[in-house]
Each structure stands twice: as C-alpha cells, then as structure tokens.
T-cell receptor, first 114, second 116 residues
Framework: DAGVIQSPRHEVTEMGQEVTLRCKPI?????LFWYRQTMMRGLELLIYFNNNVPIDDSGMPEDRFSAKMPNASFSTLKIQPSEPRDSAVYFCASSFNRGGYGYTFGSGTRLTVV | GENVEQHPSTLSVQEGDSAVIKCTYSDSASNYFPWYKQELGKGPQLIIDIRSNVGEKKDQRIAVTLNKTAKHFSLHITETQPEDSAVYFCAASREGLTGGGNKLTFGTGTQLKVEL
C-alpha cells in the first residue's frame, strides 16, 4: 500500500484565496483525521470522519474551514478565505476500526499564506 | 476531555546513552497509549504502543512503561544513535469506549537530539 497520500506537498497562496488540501486514506481504513501542526500549538485535531461521516468537527477553528469526505477513498479540507495565520503543516491520517491500531499519517501539506 | 502533558520539550544525549520521555494523562478511562516519531519534513510515524492491561512493552532498543495509578507513561530509548534524532509524540485514547471515539490526544512533543 502506498500509505496515506496528501496533495499538494507545498502550497503558497495569497491572503483571501481559497485553498483545497486533498487526502487519500489507506484502502480499508474507516477513520480519517485532519490535523494541523504549528510550533506554537503542536498537533491539533481539526475534524475526523468515520465511514465518511463527520464525527467531531469541534477543532475546526472557524467557518472559513470546511472538510468533506464524499467517498471512502478521498477527503478534502478547504479554507476560504485563507489568512496568514492559517500557515501551518496540515496532516491527514487514517486508521482501521478503533484507535488501538494506531494512525497512519500522510506526509503533510505545508501551507503558506502571504 | 483528555489532556496529555509531555516532558521534556527538548532532550540532548550523547550517542550510546539512554533517553527517557515522560507523559501524563488526565482521563482515567484512556486505555491506549501510542508513541510517534516525526522526522524532519515527514508525518508522525507510530513506533510503539501499549494498552492499559500491560505495564511494559519492549521492541529492540525501545520500551514503553505505563503506570495506570499515577496516570503516566514513558518512552525509553537505549543505546541511542544519530538516526534516533527526531520529534517524539506521546498520545492517549479511549479505545473501544463510547464518547471517546477513535480520537487520539497528543502531547506537545519532545525534540530529541543525539550527539556524536
């Protein structure tokens, strides 16, 4: 398996623009997580899905953030409009069944909003 | 909700020495405790985990201990090597229990540097 695949690896955008981050989880995994990592706040859980259904989005910072999982093999995290404080590394992770099997993280998308 | 504290934030050791990273958790219902290693430019990678029915687990140079009473767990790396240099995260979750779902709560990370 190729693991969790995220795209793009790097994204530089201007403030106010829409940004879409993409994730392909490991086939057969039924949980998908979006995390944001910054020096100041560490790893923050933004939202997670179970069987394509959003379960907990309490970590989504503002209405500017939205996430979808239209099918078991694809998820997007969208920021509209983007702001400089959104600059961070965004990770997608997937897992099978319950957390006891551990997460597999993607390589992340480094977002820079100028 | 769960809160996980991790110490130290940075750790520097000489090659061949041991390194210990400690974490405490707040939710007594947490029963699954993984450790992740994050190398520069990569996502965190699971290196070892332990469940609450076990007090210690070893995998070659890496071991994890768990004290449920005190609600703390630790990562031990022996005979450290330069390739062990990375950021290490502890985490906790309530595996299989309602209300916690599948959600891991992470510590703030420890930057380990192994010096030659």
């Amino acid at each position: 398996d190729a693991g969790v695949i995220q795209s793009p690896r790097h994204e530089v955008t201007e403030m106010g623009q829409e940004v879409t981050l993409r994730c392909k989880p490991i086939s057969g995994h039924d949980y998908l997580f979006w995390y944001r990592q910054t020096m100041m706040r560490g790893l923050e859980l933004l939202i997670y899905f179970n069987n394509n259904v959003p379960i907990d989005d309490s970590g989504m910072p503002e209405d500017r953030f939205s996430a979808k999982m239209p099918n078991a093999s694809f998820s997007t995290l969208k920021i509209q409009p983007s702001e400089p404080r959104d600059s961070a590394v965004y990770f997608c992770a997937s897992s099978f069944n319950r957390g006891g099997y551990g997460y597999t993280f993607g390589s992340g998308t480094r977002l820079t909003v100028v | 909700g769960e809160n996980v504290e991790q110490h130290p934030s940075t750790l520097s050791v000489q090659e061949g020495d041991s390194a210990v990273i400690k974490c405490t958790y707040s939710d007594s219902a947490s029963n699954y405790f993984p450790w992740y290693k994050q190398e520069l430019g990569k996502g965190p990678q699971l290196i070892i985990d332990i469940r609450s029915n076990v007090g210690e687990k070893k995998d070659q140079r890496i071991a994890v201990t768990l004290n449920k009473t005190a609600k703390h767990f630790s990562l031990h790396i022996t005979e450290t090597q330069p390739e062990d240099s990375a950021v290490y995260f502890c985490a906790a979750s309530r595996e299989g229990l309602t209300g916690g779902g599948n959600k891991l709560t992470f510590g703030t990370g420890t930057q380990l540097k192994v010096e030659l």
